[in-house]
């Protein structure tokens, strides 16, 4: 389990991130989302011990990383797929580790063919590799220690379409086994797919966490109407609040039912009556983050 209490950090005068708890539990997959620079990197900083916490705390099991006795043998982590030796090959990288933690050397092989990488590749230069190559160097180094939680920082990154369903499955297989799994991802789908439960973060404040399929179900309703300002207008008559988003679609926090009878008894047509879930995370993600969007609000 992976507890963070009002963790704060602060950079000469500029709030990273503001007072933001929540836990990250085993037996899940916790996705941590956001826009750039919204503090995810930060806080998982923080987590691995990278960056001090201005005030507040991240725990592994009630332990501070830095506390960790053996910490890759308790905690995998994926930061920076870039961040390896360069000069080093990729099977050097794994080596020094499995030293460092104490592990057979038979690991190193066991994770290169875990992680999809050819023996050739293995000996090759990071320097030499492509980005999706770094990525599964860095998982191997990640799962190296059969860590029971892994911090992983947008680990799809760089990886061709077979490679993120081999993650996919890679991390679901592990969060079924009782690991406990957060990770930061800008592919929303990849989210929505692997995630059971949702961390979302806007300019370093938690703007909703809870289970993915608490978060969808409460997007409320969307409606299309052949005139979308007279359907806003009836369900104002009713006492429903809404809103008009710039594609025409109506949303509000009442079921499709209450919104289909206000349409019937004022004869408004609609288009489409659907529970705005359908929608999928992508519009919950840009609702809850609209006021935080460099692009400004999207609905
Ligand atoms: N060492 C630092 N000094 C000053 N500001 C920093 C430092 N590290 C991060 N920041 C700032 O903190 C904010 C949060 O950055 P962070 O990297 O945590 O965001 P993020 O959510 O991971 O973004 P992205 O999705 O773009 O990776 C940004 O405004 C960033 O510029």
């Known amino acids: 389990m992976i507890t963070v209490e009002s963790l704060t950090r602060r950079y000469a005068g ?19 989302l956001g826009p750039n620079g919204a503090g995810k990197s930060t806080t998982m900083r923080v ?14 099991d009630g332990v501070r990383f830095a506390d960790l006795p053996n910490p890759g043998r308790e ?17 050097e990288i794994l080596t020094i580790a499995a030293d460092t933690m104490g592990l057979p050397r038979a690991r190193v092989e066991e994770m290169v063919r ?16 492509s980005l999706g190559m770094r990525q599964r160097l860095g998982i191997a180094t990640a799962l190296l220690g059969d860590p029971r939680v892994l911090i992983l920082d947008e680990p799809a990154n760089g990886l061709d379409p077979a490679g993120i369903r081999w993650m996919r499955d890679l991390l679901t297989g592990f969060a079924g086994r009782g690991g406990t799994v957060l990770l930061s991802s800008h592919l929303l789908h990849e989210i929505e797919v692997i995630a ?3 961390v979302v973060i806007g300019d ?3 703007v909703a966490a809870g289970t993915k399929d608490e978060l969808l179900a409460a997007a409320g309703t969307l409606a ?11 369900l104002e008559q009713a006492g429903i609040p809404s809103t008009v988003a710039g594609d025409g679609s109506v949303r509000t926090d009442a079921d499709p039912a209450q919104v ?13 009556l659907r529970p705005a879930e359908g929608a999928g995370l992508e519009d919950m993600f840009l609702s809850l983050t609209a006021d935080t969007q460099r692009e400004g609000a999207a609905a």
């Open 14 to 32: 500029f709030t990273a991130v503001d007072d933001v708890s929540f836990t990250a539990r085993p037996g899940r997959v916790t996705g941590f």
């Open 47 to 60: 987590m691995v011990g990278l960056t001090a916490p201005t005030s507040g705390s991240a725990t592994i």
């Open 75 to 91: 905690v995998g982590v994926l930061l920076d797929a870039s961040a390896q030796h360069a000069g080093r090959t990729g099977r």
């Open 114 to 129: 875990l992680v999809g990488l050819t023996p050739t590749e293995a000996g090759r230069r990071v320097r030499d590799y």
């Open 196 to 198: 059971d439960d949702l």
């Open 204 to 206: 370093g404040r938690i």
């Open 224 to 234: 299309r109407a052949t005139s979308p300002r007279d359907l806003a207008h009836a």
């Open 260 to 272: 289909g009878a206000v349409a019937l008894t004022a004869g408004v047509a609609l288009t489409e």
